[in-house]
């Protein structure tokens, strides 16, 4: 098992320029993630997916968009780069749990270093 | 919005010597989590405790849940080079979307040989 994977690993953007980060997992979970971690920040929720087919916004929505293309696959969009963006970017993953009110154990993929200029 | 903070935020320390890593909040969790991530890496999950008041040991390290569930410790015993790395704490909420956490700050921890 690969886990979660991540593409692409490093990216410099220009400011206005798009581009879209990459997620998928093989653990078969139900549930997916977007974080952005800065210094002294921890981890950030951008958005996340509880299940296939819906998307939610976290803590830090704004200027990205989110698409669940099937039950691996999560990406995140940049649409127009803008400096305050270069981060760190991990996706997650976490298998819903038997019972109600269960534990989200989640897993993380390597992270993409992005840098606006 | 819960928050959950990390103390201290930078831990420089002599591999040998003892520690303990503190996340603390205002808010009460269904249940806490401990991560830990090494340069270039994504965060590995170390455990998750549930129960407030429970102890759980992962060999050197143990790791507590406050009575009140709104608070956490990590103590490492006997500290060594490869303990070296970012340590996150995570709670989560009561709320009906429960696949959502709040990670600390977390806290940088150096152990020199």
């Known amino acids: 098992n690969a886990g979660v994977t991540q593409t692409p690993k490093f990216q410099v953007l220009k400011t206005g320029q798009s581009m879209t980060l990459q997620c998928a997992q093989d653990?078969?979970?139900?549930?997916m993630y977007w974080y952005r971690q800065d210094p002294g920040m921890g981890l950030r929720l951008i958005y996340y997916s509880a299940s296939e087919g819906t998307t939610d916004k976290g803590e830090v929505p704004n200027g990205y968009n989110v698409s669940r293309l099937n039950k691996r696959e999560f990406s995140l969009r940049l649409e127009s780069a803008a400096p305050s963006q270069t981060s760190v970017y991990f996706c997650a993953s976490s298998r819903v749990p038997v019972l109600a009110g269960g534990i989200y154990e989640q897993y993380f993929g390597p992270g993409t270093r992005l840098t606006v200029t | 919005t819960q928050l959950l903070e990390q103390s201290p935020q930078f831990l420089s320390i002599q591999e040998g010597e003892n520690l303990t890593v503190y996340c603390n909040s205002s808010s009460v969790f269904s249940s806490l989590q401990w991560y830990r991530q090494e340069p270039g890496e994504g965060p590995v999950l170390l455990v998750t405790v549930v129960t407030g008041g429970e102890v759980k040991k992962l060999k050197r390290l143990t790791f507590q849940f406050g009575d009140a569930r709104k608070d956490s410790s990590l103590h490492i015993t006997a500290a060594q080079p490869g303990d070296t790395g970012l340590y996150l704490c995570?709670?989560?909420?009561?709320?009906?979307?429960?696949?959502?956490?709040?990670f600390g700050e977390g806290t940088q921890l150096t152990v020199n040989p």
């Open positions: 995570a709670g989560a909420g009561w709320e009906t979307s429960g696949s959502r956490l709040t």
């Open positions: 653990m078969n979970h139900n549930s």
